[in-house]
């Protein structure tokens, strides 16, 4: 039986431990070949040591010299239940670039903090990326705790920052647990020094989570990589499932076509199967013949992605030079490269604080939300749905480097649009909306384009726009409130203006008025 496979990525601080972690863990499982061993012990002797885990990851001559990480390390290992893959990235802010690269495969993640320092800035950030990325499960580890005495008491309070701190962001499945990665308490075996924590080890954790219901087998999405055409009598597609499941004798369509057909054959590792899923390498054979090419999409039949070549994206910028509105660059998503700009950057995102600021451009590791146009429409999901049809790469088309990459939100128009017809109002409805003047601007701008978007619909009475703003410790809210003339019910919809952007709280009030049909 093969064993399932899980990607794992370590992040934290310069010196939290993160390649000790790593280095402990493979020791104590008997994950690493004597040769390497013998390596490392001799290198460790160099620098007065008996073994330094930590060189293990470490491989490169500056990493050793600096005792820091630097690139990305990937090292793998086995238990009798899984395969790992860790990938070891660095922590120091300048290199957020690589923590992206390295994380954004990753089923599970582990963000070190430093017991003696508890939550900082570049915990925050690593905490947001794991968010932005939509890693499904993510394991904060407080390592260093031999040094403050092996505290329950330390440990509590820096749960209790990191959970503040994990409140604003959307994490799916999310653990903290302390640990010493230098003598080896709860990592393979639980120690006697944390008898106050009846969690499990980080060996069992990696060992029992449970991964297989976070693949997406529901959307068949299958880019044709390559056509297969050995000779006059058989022409089949190959690449990778991204996502879902084929069985022989289904219908397909092929996008952006839009024509259909149905399976003939799924051949996998040279046997021909009955199914087929995610993340097989197969070649499929259709039933009639169709014109398909490379960066093409075959999906099953009233179950297609989105298709446009103007949508919304949070972008990692990885160049020295910042980025360019307008200025011509390289897309690569999936099996497709097309030529695309950026149209707008809407705002760069402060991921110290989670604020977002106003900016002209973004600069090396700064993240920002941009609408993209492409030469050639893109075949996608949004990211949050779909990471393997809603991530892609950005290349500078002259010096053919990677100098950023994205996450797919949603279509522009899906964005912007309700109805592409006139809407008329329910006769007889006020709809009120109030803001308190100069507390927050962003609420009256707001009302105005709510007004804008209506008057777009065809709406044109009874529109009076106000919003009323209430303010608590933890989050800010802007209700819209809608009446009726002559009668006393009342609703309201209730936005998180500190989430949200002004395009967002204007759909979500119209999408509300159709619901609650103030709007035919």
Known sequence: MELELVRLTTAGSVDDGKSTLIGRLLFDCNAIFQDQLEAVKKASKQSGQEIDLSLITDGL????????????????????????????VPGHEQYTRNMVTGASTADIALILIDARHGVITQTKRHLFVASLLSIPHILVVVNKIDDVGYSQEVFEKIKKDVLQCASRLHMEDFHIMPISALKGDMVVHRGTNLNWYQGSTLYDYLENVQIAG????????FPVQYVLRPHQNFRGYAG????????????????PSGKTSTVQSIIYNNTEQEEAFAPQSVVLTLKDERDISRGEMIVREKNVPDVTNFFEATVCWFSEKPMQKAKSYIMKHTTRSTRCTVDTLRYRLNIDNFHREKASNLKLNEIGRVYIKTNDPLLFDPYYKN???GGFIIIDEITNQTVGAGVIIDSVKNIHTVNTEQATIQPGALLSFTYTDGEDAQNSTIAHALNKKLRTLGVQNYIEIVIDTKKTMRKK??????????????SHIQLNTAKMSQDECVQTIVKYLYKKKYLL
């Open 61 to 88: 001559a500056a990493e050793r010299e600096q005792k820091i990480t630097i690139d990305v390390a990937y090292r793998y290992f086995s238990t009798k239940k899984r395969r790992f893959i860790i990938s070891d």
């Open 214 to 221: 976070d693949r997406n087998l529901i959307d068949f999405r």
């Open 240 to 255: 990778t499932i991204e996502s879902g499941i084929i069985r022989k004798g289904e219908k397909v369509t092929i996008v």
């Open 387 to 389: 990471k393997n049809t």
């Open 477 to 490: 809210t802007c209700t819209a409130k809608v009446t009726k003339r002559r009668s006393s019910k009342k």
